[in-house]
């Protein structure tokens, strides 16, 4: 039972253009959402997050909406650059008992921007 | 520099050779956790740890153990590995409390079990 998916395996954009990346999750026993950024052959890092009661989290070019009525978030990036390539994760935090501090992730989705 | 360090990188085995994959953190985290990565899965919890001498099961625990046993230190221990575990393997740390912060991941291990 994956209780945070990603559907979008894949995703192309053109440099300068906003890059939206997608996410859906099914449990509302979450206090926190993040995104992570992988490159190959290296470890996911942490890249811009939101508490449960806000909707809405700037970061320079990175932007995280959470629509908690439709259990949905989102990551925009603008504008899109080339060293953005990578892989993308969403991920939710459990907040108490035994999923406290767990993080629940996403397949993953592949962005590509192209030149 | 604040990082999580796993080892080895890489490493192919056969079946049923027990392994020991290590993981050391210096950011005095007390929670420490063990990921596998699959096509198409994500990032699957195997197991993690609130603090020291305090470890429970994640998502995937079968055929994997972990000990805590110092703070900085959190290993995991495939007894008796099988192909099923061919995966690649993420440590990572972080410190619990108010505020989003994510957890620090090692740089993975790519297991291959023959």
């Known amino acids: 039972d994956q209780q945070v998916k990603q559907n979008s395996p894949s995703l192309s954009v053109q440099e300068g253009r906003i890059s939206i990346l997608n996410c859906d999750y099914t449990?509302?026993?979450?206090?926190?959402f993040l995104w992570y950024k992988k490159y190959p052959a290296e470890g996911p890092t942490f890249l811009i997050s939101?508490?449960?009661?806000?909707d809405k989290n700037e970061d320079g070019r990175f932007t995280v909406f959470l629509n908690k009525s439709a259990k949905h978030l989102s990551l925009h990036i603008v504008p899109s650059q080339p060293g953005d390539s990578a892989v993308y994760f969403c991920a939710a935090r459990g907040q108490g008992g035994t999923s406290y501090g767990k993080l629940t992730f996403g397949q993953g989705t592949i962005l590509t921007v192209h030149p | 520099e604040a990082q999580v360090t796993q080892n080895p990188r890489y490493l192919i085995t056969v079946t049923g050779k027990k392994l020991t994959v290590t993981c050391s953190q210096n950011m005095n985290h007390e929670y420490m956790s063990w990921y596998r990565q699959d096509p198409g899965l994500g990032l699957r919890q195997i197991y993690y740890?609130?603090?020291?001498?305090?470890?429970d099961k994640g998502d995937v625990p079968e055929g994997y153990k972990v000990s805590r046993k110092e703070k900085r230190n959190f290993p995991l221990i495939l007894e008796s590995p099988s192909p099923n575990q061919t995966s690649l393997y993420f440590c990572?740390?972080?410190?619990?409390?108010?505020?989003?912060?994510?957890?620090?991941f090692g740089s993975g291990t790519r297991l291959t079990v023959v």
């Open positions: 449990n509302s026993m979450f206090d926190y």
């Open positions: 990572a740390s972080t410190s619990l409390g108010v505020g989003g912060y994510g957890y620090t």
């Open positions: 939101i508490s449960s009661i806000k």
């Open positions: 740890s609130m603090n020291v001498e305090v470890t």
